[in-house]
Structures are given as structure tokens and as C-alpha cells.
């Protein structure tokens, strides 16, 4: 069971086929913690949803923190559900701690420093026994090298999990370039962030090396980017994916100050901002924290496919959907079938939000017309959105709203 939600959604072709190998190849690299971090910006989530006290809401988990954040406004209801059963273990610890560590600091240098050994003290005092058994048994399994998985946040969980590791790999290929990606930390102004990113970062896109890896849908697997997702990259690029990438940290690196982008602090330097506390998640400021806490049973996290979990649902019964980049997965029968879903468990005026690594939206093609007729989407309003995203990887952001 823990692998064949994945694998429903991702395999797509026969085990024989180049394509269907890179597929198994995908769920297999998928299978542990990805995102230690979530790669979507909350605040662009929250002002599309129009997100508050009255809302409810299902979203996937991924690594959580859209979760935490979303709890700032005190939504009435989130539930969340993901494929990855890492991920939803990870969030049900962010959970458990938020609730039982004795008070913000130590809830911070769980996760805002998340490299400190007494992090499993606190772990082993004050969250296991509020944790149920198959998420206990998740963070106390053994791992190589390390113990106890829980003993990744004695050792900077953000460096582990697939993504850390890309990011690890990619700040180890710089420095075989002679470049420092740590160093657009040290910039104080946009125009220092353009003038090092162009000194640092942008050269290692016209090596050999680079644009050669960036051919190679695998080498993408660390982004969360399935074989699917990347032949629409690269179709999109022309077949120049690493200018498109190249394009897209760029905007990471130059068009959102360093000093409060907590996307950019985890790429350049492998953290976040421990001394000030202003490059961090919305759920990790000292002002939210009460909040947080206080609105921690609002939740609930399931190990399920988001179609699945809304067909236990009566009618009208969310007011908005958190789809992050999972429909890039989908075939147009499985996007028809979440679709039908949505519409028929939505409130009239709910809203439907998610990302695209291309800029499009796919359910102009991919809808059947009495379903695509019900929602009301507005491009221009959209790629405002996609300005305003922080984490700066996705293509596209779009907006659905139920007419009526």
C-alpha cells in the first residue's frame, strides 16, 4: 500500500518502454522523504484563497509547511493528504511538536535550526508518546548512517531528502566551478543580487557538464519533476532545459530581497536566517506561534490520493483546494475524474489553486466542457501570482473559482 498510491499516479507506460522505466525509476527516488521543505510560496496560497476563519480547506501535505503557515489565519478546517507516507509523517511531527514542545525557542531550533543534538532530547521527552504508532515508528526507524531517522534534525534535515541532497549536489558543482553559492547571502540590495548571481550562478549554465545533465530527465528527479513533467519542460524549452532553469533561479536569486526570502536562503545557504528570524516560514515567526499552536487540531493528515479523499465527501463541503504541481502527473482521464470530484464537493464561489513547471494551465485541454464551464479562470489575474512567488521554480500559478 505504501508504494501503490504512487505508483497509480505516476506509471503511465509499460516497464518495457524507455518511458516506463524512467517512471519506476521516479516512484523509486520518490518513495522517502522529497521536501523537507515545501517549495510553494504560502503567502501567494493564502491571498488566492482568500483564506480565513471560515474556511475549509483540503490541500496536499508535501513537506508541510504550506500546512503551519496556512494555520496563521485560522482557517476552520485543513485537511491534507499526500501520496509520500515521509511526507505526511513529517507534517504530523511539525503537528505533534507544535503542540507539546514546552515553548517557541525550542519549537524553532527543532525546525529553524534543525541541526542541534538536543533536538532528539526534546523529541524523545516531549513529542513520541503524542505521536500514533505509524508515524512514531516512521522517525524511529533505523536509517543508515544516521540512527533513528529522528536524528536528522540533530544533523540539518534540510541537507537530507531528495531535494536537499539536489541542492547539496548542485552547491557541490559550483565549487568545482570556483563558485560560492552561499555567496548571495552577502548581498544587501536587488542590484547586488543580479550582480553576483551573474558572477556566481549563470556561468555554470553554459558548461558542458550542466547543460548535458540537464538533458537527462533523472537528474531532475531531486526537483520532484517526473518523467511526464519533464518532457513538458523540455518541449516548452525547445529542448534547452537549462536555460529555462537557468531562467527560473534567476528570478529566484534577483527579484525578491534576500533578507526576508526564506526560498533563497535554503538554496544558497542550506538554512535559514537564524540570526534576525526574517528568512523563515510564516509558521516559524515568534508572532504566529500562539497561533499556530492554538489552531494545531484544526488539522487533519491522511495517507491518501486527493480524489479518494474527496469522494468520501458530501456535496459543497470545501471552500477552497491546494492541488500544489500534482495534476503535472495526471492523464486527462485522471484529471477528469479529481475534477468531478472538486466541482461536486466544492461551495459555490470555492477556489482551486495550484502549479504548473510550465506555464499553461492543462485543464483547458484536458476538462470536458460541462465540468471546464462551472469554473471561471482569469490568466492575467494568474500570472500576477506567478510574479509574486518567492520559490520562483514553478512555470505557472492558477486560479479556479466555482461559479456562483
Known amino acids: 500500500m505504501t508504494n501503490q498510491l504512487l505508483k497509480d499516479a505516476v506509471h503511465a507506460n ?10 519506476r525509476l521516479f516512484t523509486f527516488a520518490f518513495s522517502g522523504l522529497v521536501y523537507p521543505q515545501i517549495w510553494e510560496d504560502p503567502e501567494v496560497d493564502m491571498a488566492a484563497l482568500e ?23 485560522s482557517p476552520a478546517q485543513i485537511s491534507a493528504v ?44 516531549y513529542i513520541r508518546d503524542n505521536l500514533d504508532e505509524t508515524t512514531r515508528a516512521y522517525w524511529e526507524s533505523k536509517r543508515f548512517g544516521t540512527g533513528r531517522r529522528i536524528n536528522l534534525f540533530a544533523r540539518n534535515v534540510y541537507r537530507y531528502g531528495l531535494l536537499g541532497r539536489f541542492i547539496g ?4 558543482l559550483a565549487r568545482a566551478y570556483g563558485k560560492n553559492p552561499r555567496k548571495m547571502l552577502t548581498a544587501t540590495s536587488l542590484d547586488e543580487q543580479r550582480r553576483l548571481f551573474n558572477e ?10 550542466v547543460r548535458w545533465l540537464c538533458r537527462m530527465p533523472v537528474s531532475l528527479y531531486g526537483l520532484g519533476i517526473p518523467p511526464a513533467q519533464f518532457a513538458y519542460l523540455n518541449a516548452q524549452a525547445g529542448g534547452n532545459v537549462a536555460g529555462l532553469l ?13 533578507e526576508d526570502n526564506y526560498f533563497a536562503w535554503q538554496a544558497f545557504g542550506r538554512g535559514y536566517d537564524r540570526a534576525d528570524r526574517v528568512a523563515v516560514p510564516r509558521y516559524l515567526a515568534r508572532h504566529h506561534y500562539e497561533t499556530v499552536k492554538a489552531n ?53 464561489g470555492a477556489r482551486v489553486i495550484f502549479r504548473t513547471a510550465g506555464d499553461e494551465s492543462p485543464l483547458e485541454a484536458a476538462l470536458p466542457a460541462e465540468i471546464r464551464q462551472r469554473w471561471s479562470y482569469d490568466p ?3 500570472r500576477a501570482y506567478v510574479a509574486k512567488d518567492r520559490s520562483s521554480i514553478y512555470g505557472g500559478f492558477h486560479l479556479y473559482q466555482l461559479n456562483g
Open 246 to 258: 537557468r531562467a527560473r533561479l534567476e528570478r529566484l536569486a534577483c527579484d525578491f530581497p534576500m
Open 380 to 382: 492575467e489575474a494568474c
Open 169 to 172: 549536489t548542485v552547491h557541490v
Open 296 to 348: 494545531a487540531d484544526r488539522v487533519e493528515v491522511e495517507h491518501a490520493s486527493f480524489t479518494t479523499r474527496l469522494a468520501r465527501e458530501s456535496g459543497e463541503s470545501f471552500d477552497g483546494y491546494v492541488l500544489l504541481d500534482a495534476q503535472d502527473w495526471m492523464s486527462h482521464a485522471q484529471m477528469t475524474e479529481l475534477w468531478a470530484e472538486i466541482t461536486r464537493t466544492a461551495k459555490p
Open 200 to 209: 556566481t550562478l549563470a556561468p555554470m549554465f553554459d558548461t558542458k557538464l
Open 51 to 73: 483564506l480565513g476563519p471560515d474556511k475549509r480547506i483540503l490541500t496536499i501535505a508535501s513537506g508541510g509547511c504550506n500546512v503551519m503557515s496556512y494555520l496563521t489565519v
Open 82 to 125: 499526500d501520496l509520500n507516507p515521509a511526507h505526511v509523517a513529517l507534517l504530523k511531527l511539525k503537528i505533534a511538536a507544535i503542540k507539546h514542545l514546552p515553548d517557541y525557542e525550542s519549537f524553532f531550533r527543532f525546525f529553524g535550526y534543525a541541526d542541534e543534538k538536543a533536538n532528539t532530547h526534546f523529541y524523545d521527552r
Open 14 to 23: 509499460a516497464l518495457t518502454s524507455k518511458q516506463g522505466m524512467l517512471e
